[in-house]
């Protein structure tokens, strides 16, 4: 798996800010969670849902044929560049972001998390969307404080109100899109908090739908848990794997309807 900077003898000033950062975390906490954005934590696809701030609500041929497969990052650059040109605001955007309805029962985790004891969880979103779309509905579904760190493509709007996109980072997983690994996410991440801690976490929990929530839930130990969403891509290919390779994945796996369920285990595990 490729870590980033290691090779560097000088720290990335990417990696400084990113250890800044999760040095405010309190260390003390003995479970870490993560979870995916679109159809996990909200009901739809942000990238699909975008498309109904174009005019008419859909895009046009000749710019849907551009994508190809594990290009996908690349194709969305091209149609954000599209909506500016075609008028669509920041504000248009983030109103199309704001009223994605949340997951059946993911509200109520959401709760859950925040009314546990402040040494419980640390809590991460791992997302192949970006921020403006991931912040957006945070924000406004009052929740952007109990994330303590958001990796996602970075987003931001340039002078002339367009919405620029880039990939997160580079990898060599074959398994995933170009631009997001979430395995190697999850790996680094875990790895750099338990030097910064000093101790390991007690599980790691990853709350999914997709197949690129299949690979980081691969990493995942016999101690720790995979939520994946019934049916769903992630829950098939768990499934798949073992029946396939018996022993492969590893983690207990949980899968929900609502994420309900995924608070009902979370409290039997938090009160052993």
């Known amino acids: 798996i490729h870590c980033h900077g290691e090779q560097e003898p000088r720290r990335s000033r990417r990696s400084e800010i990113m250890a800044s950062h999760s040095a405010s975390i309190s260390s003390d906490k003995r479970f870490l969670i993560f979870f995916d954005f679109d159809e996990t934590i909200v009901d739809e696809t942000s990238d699909d849902m975008v498309v109904q701030a174009a005019p008419g609500q859909y895009l046009p041929d000749w710019l849907k044929d551009t994508y190809q497969p594990g290009r996908y990052n690349e194709y969305m650059q091209r149609v954000l560049a599209y909506l500016s040109e075609q008028g669509v605001t920041e504000s ?29 969880f640390e809590v991460v979103l791992v997302s192949d969307a970006n921020t403006f779309f991931v912040e957006s509905w945070l924000r406004r579904n009052g929740v952007r404080q109990l994330f ?12 002339d109100g367009r919405l620029v996109l880039k990939p997160f980072h580079s990898h060599d997983c074959a398994r995933c899109p170009d631009n997001m690994c979430k395995q190697a996410v999850l790996r680094d991440y875990v790895v750099r908090r338990t030097q910064e801690r000093g101790r390991p976490y007690q599980r790691v929990f990853y709350v999914g739908d997709g197949a690129n929530d299949f690979c980081p839930a691969l990493a995942l130990g016999p101690r ?21 390779m018996p ?16 608070v009902q285990r979370l409290r039997r595990l938090v009160a052993e």
């Open 148 to 159: 303590h760190r958001i990796f996602t493509n970075p987003a931001t709007f340039n002078k």
């Open 92 to 120: 248009d955007i983030r109103g199309v972001m704001e009223k994605m309805p949340a997951t059946p029962g993911m509200l109520a985790l959401f709760q859950f998390l925040r009314n546990r004891p402040p040494q419980d």
């Open 224 to 244: 720790d848990v995979a939520f994946p969403r019934r049916d769903f891509p992630m829950h098939r290919l768990i499934t798949e794997t073992h029946e396939a």
């Open 247 to 262: 022993g492969e994945f590893k983690a207990v796996t949980v899968p929900w309807v609502s994420a309900e369920e995924v």
